[in-house]
């Protein structure tokens, strides 16, 4: 729900700086809070779904997106600044990938594996 609204912030956000300073804050702050939610989310998700043997390492594979997001946005923000839609293009862009990400997530996900239909080992 949170990450959601954090794309539609990103979508928004270059309308946003055609208007002013206080509506890019806003959407910046609704960026924020879309991130600062997920650090609680993969705390519980992790506890739910990995062996306690592997929670390390899956949470390893939870939190890459710090630094996975960054490697592939700044290599093509560089490229798509150089196009016809300039830098709002890139906002679009991600904003459009974040809300489709979030579909397949929730389409996906359970709380628990034993309530998974594709995880039936239990």
Partial sequence: MYTSIAGI????????????FIPVLLARLFQ???????????GYMA??????????????????????GPLIMMTT???SCGTKFGWEGVYYVSGVITL??????YYIYTDTPRQHKYANFF
């Fill in 9 to 20: 912030a990103t979508i928004c956000l270059p309308i946003c700086a055609q208007i002013g």
């Fill in 100 to 105: 489709i990400i979030c579909v397949l997530f």
């Fill in 32 to 42: 924020g809070i879309g991130a600062g939610i997920g650090f609680a989310f993969i």
């Fill in 77 to 79: 923000v560089g490229y």
């Fill in 47 to 68: 506890s739910a779904w990995s062996p306690i043997k592997s929670y390390g390492i899956f949470m390893c594979a939870l939190t890459s997106y710090g630094q996975l």
